[in-house]
C-alpha cells in the first residue's frame, strides 16, 4: 500500500492531526489524480485502525473529494464539550456522543448547504468561541491563520505555530 502522492498530501495537509496534536483536518483532492481514492482510503482506515486515525469523505463535487482525517476519540472529545454541543444544536445535530452520527449529519450537512457548513470548524478543533463569533459576524478578526481568530489569539498564535511544525517535521 505506497501511495506517495497521496501520502505527500496528507502529510502537507494533515500533519497535526497525523500527530496527534489536533483532532482533525480537511483536504480537498482531485478525482481525476487519485481515481481510487475510497480504495485507498479504506486500506488506510484499516492499516492505521490501532494508530486511531481515520479517513472520510464528506462530499464529491466538481471532480474533487473533501476527504477529513480525524481522531475518533479526541473528535468525539472536543465535539461533547457543553459549548460545541450548544452550537451544534442550533444546526439540528443530534445531541449525542456518537460521532458516527455527528459526522452523518455534517455529510447531510454539506449537501444541503452545496458549500461549506460553517460549523465545520468545530469538527476541525477549531475553539467554539471561534466558531460562533464567525458565524455571527459579530466581532472583529483579531488574527488569521489556520481559522480566524476572535477570541485568545496568543493561544491560537502558539497553536498555529505548534501545528507549522508539525508539518515541518512530516515535510522532512
Not at 479504506?42 to 466538481?62: D, E, H, K, S, V
Not at 454541543?85 to 448547504?113: I, N, V, W
Amino acid at each position: 500500500m505506497e501511495h506517495p502522492v497521496l501520502e505527500r498530501r496528507l502529510a502537507e495537509h494533515c500533519a497535526p492531526t497525523l500527530l496527534g496534536e489536533k483532532a482533525a483536518s480537511l483536504l480537498s483532492l482531485s478525482e481525476a489524480e487519485f481515481p481510487a481514492l475510497e480504495g485507498d482510503l479504506r486500506q488506510y482506515n484499516r492499516a492505521l485502525y490501532r494508530t486511531g486515525l481515520r479517513f472520510l469523505i464528506l462530499r464529491r463535487a466538481g471532480g474533487r473529494a473533501l476527504v477529513l482525517a480525524y481522531r475518533p476519540a479526541m473528535l468525539r472529545s472536543r465535539l461533547t464539550r457543553p459549548e460545541v454541543r450548544a452550537l451544534l444544536a442550533r444546526f439540528s445535530y443530534p445531541e449525542t456522543d456518537c460521532l458516527g452520527m455527528l459526522l452523518r449529519h455534517l455529510k447531510g450537512r454539506f449537501a444541503a448547504e452545496g458549500g461549506f457548513p460553517h460549523e465545520i470548524g468545530l469538527f476541525l478543533d477549531y475553539p467554539a468561541a471561534d466558531v460562533e463569533a464567525f458565524i455571527s459576524g459579530s466581532a472583529e478578526c483579531k488574527l488569521c491563520g489556520c481559522w480566524k481568530v476572535y477570541g485568545d489569539a496568543r493561544a491560537a498564535s502558539k497553536l498555529f505555530a505548534k501545528f507549522k511544525k508539525c508539518k515541518d517535521v512530516y515535510s522532512r
